[in-house]
């Protein structure tokens, strides 16, 4: 019988202005059809960056690792699609071990299919890497630091788990355990409304946890935001809107919101995370979150993670992404418009092709608009204080004091993950209120 072999790899240990950044779906729609997707993801802008890292190699191991498969039950070879994404049918095979169940999710590096383990007897998420070389790459570090965090997060309470890894017709596929939606596509179900304090204040130190278990560690995950964060799991209850209930019946539908009926959470994507060193300087994170450093080109480290952590909080709390915006000196406009004015000793750090937005020591601000729409675009947010006010009912004034902390523009005097998580929005006073 003709054999088809297959590299296997075992794991050892307010303004509603179009959001345009790419998007985690775990729910996109299945397709009857052979199909191609992508799986989401940044694309790594400097890929030299990671040199120092010792990922596994792809092909001086393989050997070590060759399993011949039954070709029985293996799909038709097709070609990749020009963009180089694997195509596939639903109930098909990916190799003889696992069954193709479902589209869970697309985005730049590939796709992601909820998939039947045959030898472990349960559902599993499976990303399909792009057989392209930065991508696979890409796939590559993300693997090292998956098993990284494995061999420290021993109970698996933090990030996700890596179940497995193989090459398979020139796709990197990274098996995952099976998880429920990311927190953006919780929101998006939810019509956008926010989430109770007191699940925020759960995710918040879950998500702290992490973070500060990853700068232990001397990692630093850069692209924190909701669609890499997953609930464990997908069930949840309906409670009234007290918001909107007061106008509508009970049988309207908006009269209801969404509520996890667990706040247990877990930290996707590292395909993104580097070590700390000096002088890191490249563009990282999704522009909701990323951190007025990285946009000014003053150099990043840990501080840009709690940034981000900040800015999912505020949405948490909303229901909307607090700067929404594509474009660098919007952006830092928005943000002083919500947090107060940069101070000069940070717009002076500004590297050359960031001080454009700077003129006379202050930001170009409105007069560097590129259009009326968006002075009118930051015009529309409110100071952070009012922002929580407008949604938070108690715990608003500890809430309101953690996130001026995460917040700060100065990394240098921006919170820890470790000393945020000791902040008394998470203390035991506040959960028992």
């Not at 930051?378 to 995460?406: C, E, P, T, Y």
Request: charged share 30%; with cysteine.
């Amino acid at each position: 019988m003709e054999m088809e072999r297959v590299v296997e790899f075992p794991h050892t240990h307010m303004d509603r202005r179009p959001r345009k950044r790419a998007r985690l779906g775990w729910d996109v729609p299945q397709a009857p059809k052979a199909q191609v997707g992508m799986f989401c993801g940044q694309e790594v802008g400097n890929m030299t960056s990671f040199a120092p890292l010792m990922a596994p190699s792809l092909y001086t191991t393989s050997s070590l690792f060759d399993k011949e498969v039954a070709r029985n039950g293996s799909p038709p070879w097709r070609e990749d699609d020009k963009d180089g994404h694997y195509m596939f049918s639903l109930g098909e095979n990916l190799t003889a071990r696992y069954k193709i169940q479902s589209k869970m999710g697309e985005g730049t590096f590939g796709q992601v299919l909820e998939c039947w383990d045959r030898e472990k007897k349960e559902m599993v998420a499976i990303k399909i890497v792009r057989g392209i070389k930065k991508y696979r790459e890409a796939a590559m570090i993300e693997i090292e630091m998956l098993q990284q965090l494995g061999k420290h997060d021993k109970g698996g309470s933090r990030c996700v788990q890596l179940r497995n890894w193989f090459d398979y017709r020139n796709h990197i596929c990274i098996v995952f355990e099976k998880l429920g939606p990311s927190l953006y596509d919780f929101l998006k179900k939810n019509n956008y409304r926010s989430f109770p304090i007191d699940l925020v204040r759960e995710i918040g130190r879950q998500l702290l946890e992490c973070v500060a278990f990853m700068h232990d560690l001397s990692l630093i995950h850069t692209d924190l935001k909701p669609e890499n964060i997953l609930l464990v799991s997908q069930d949840y209850v309906r409670v009234p809107d007290y918001n909107k209930s007061s106008s509508r019946s009970p049988k309207d539908s908006s009269y209801y919101k969404r509520v996890p009926k667990s706040s247990a959470i877990k930290v996707i994507d590292f395909g993104s995370t580097t070590y700390e060193r000096q002088d890191q300087n490249y563009i990282v994170s999704t522009r909701h979150y990323r951190a007025p450093e990285v946009i000014l080109g003053m150099g990043w480290s840990y501080p840009c993670d709690v940034w981000s952590i900040g800015c999912i909080l505020v949405e948490l709390c909303t229901g909307e992404a607090l700067f929404q915006t594509h474009e660098n000196l919007e952006h830092l406009a928005m943000m002083e418009r919500v947090l107060g004015p940069l101070p000069q000793h940070i717009l002076k750090r500004a590297d050359r092709h960031a001080d454009k937005y700077v003129r006379r020591g202050r930001l170009d601000w409105p007069e560097g608009a590129a259009s009326r729409e968006s002075i009118k675009a930051v015009q529309k947010l409110a100071r952070l204080q009012n922002l929580i006010m407008q949604h938070v009912d108690h715990s608003a004034g500890d809430l309101i004091h953690l996130l001026q902390g995460l917040l700060k523009y100065d990394p240098s005097d921006r919170l820890t993950a470790r000393e945020a998580l000791r902040h008394s929005f998470f203390t035991r006073d506040n959960l028992r209120r």
